[in-house]
């Protein structure tokens, strides 16, 4: 099966940094654009972070400045720094990846990971 898995999240305060990785199995994501997305509870899934294959970026205002997307191909992997981390930022994190980045962005890509907790606390 094709699969993306999150891993890297965890409770850390105000102003700590995480860094979060989404590696996949079962089929190989160098030619995919890849991203990440965040929920937190009673909203909708919000666009983080976007990398096309060739390794261009964008991100969301609230976290551009702050989070650092990347990929290492060899792993088959996806990686979000995250520094400054706020209280807002308290969120599931989800990883996506689509032979497409604006399907990417508008948050209907062909594959999602499971999601993994980040809680930054005051």
């Known amino acids: 099966q094709v699969l993306l898995v999150e891993s890297g999240g965890g409770l850390v305060q105000a102003g700590d940094s995480l860094r979060l990785s989404c590696a996949g199995t079962?089929?190989?994501?160098?030619?995919?654009?890849m991203g990440w997305f965040r929920q937190a509870p009673g909203k909708g899934r919000e666009f983080v972070s976007v990398?096309?294959?060739?390794?261009?970026?964008d991100y969301a205002i609230s976290v551009e400045g702050r989070f650092t997307i990347s990929r290492d191909n060899a792993k088959n992997t996806v990686y979000l720094q995250m520094t400054s981390l706020k209280p807002e930022d308290t969120a599931v994190y989800y990883c996506?990846?689509?032979?497409?980045?604006?399907?990417?962005?508008?948050?209907?890509?062909?594959?999602w990971g499971q999601g993994t907790q980040v809680t930054v606390s005051s």
């Open positions: 996506a990846a689509d032979p497409t980045s604006w399907t990417v962005v508008r948050g209907t890509p062909a594959y």
């Open positions: 990398i096309t294959k060739s390794g261009a970026t």
């Open positions: 079962g089929r190989t994501f160098s030619s995919d654009a």
